[in-house]
Nanobody, 121 residues
Framework: QVQLVESGGGLVEAGGSLRLSCTAS????????MGWHRQTPGKQRELVAA???????NYADSVKGRFTISRDNAKNTVYLQMNNLKPEDTAVYYC???????????????WGQGTQVTVSS
């Protein structure tokens, strides 16, 4: 019923920039919040940034001042602008959406497949 499709990952030199995008498709839901997590082998998936539908964004301390999350509500799309990338930002980045179902009247989390971001030193 719901799919999250990510794009924008790739290889970049330290200090460079990338912009990730994620679009939620389907029907019968409203998006309460969208965000990005990342994961590397041997580490737990961690929150990078999130933004509620009508609120302010929050960020992990490690990316504050470098990453910016934004939403296009009409397109059900969330973006992550990543500037001044560092090698430690290398990870698989996953899009997350917290959705409210119009039929079940419940809230649940959905995840994308992930997109690889690699930052060379």
């Amino acid at each position: 019923q719901v799919q999250l499709v990510e794009s924008g990952g790739g290889l970049v030199e330290a200090g460079g920039s990338l912009r990730l995008s994620c679009t939620a498709s389907g029907s019968g839901f409203a998006i309460n919040a969208m965000g990005w997590h990342r994961q590397t082998p041997g580490k737990q998936r961690e929150l990078v940034a999130a933004i509620p539908s009508g609120g302010t964004a929050n960020y992990a301390d490690s990316v504050k001042g470098r990453f910016t999350i934004s939403r296009d509500n009409a397109k059900n799309t969330v973006y992550l602008q990543m500037n001044n990338l560092k090698p430690e930002d290398t990870a698989v980045y996953y899009c997350n959406a917290r959705l409210r179902s119009f039929t079940s009247f419940t809230v649940g989390d959905y995840w994308g497949q992930g997109t690889q971001v690699t930052v060379s030193s």
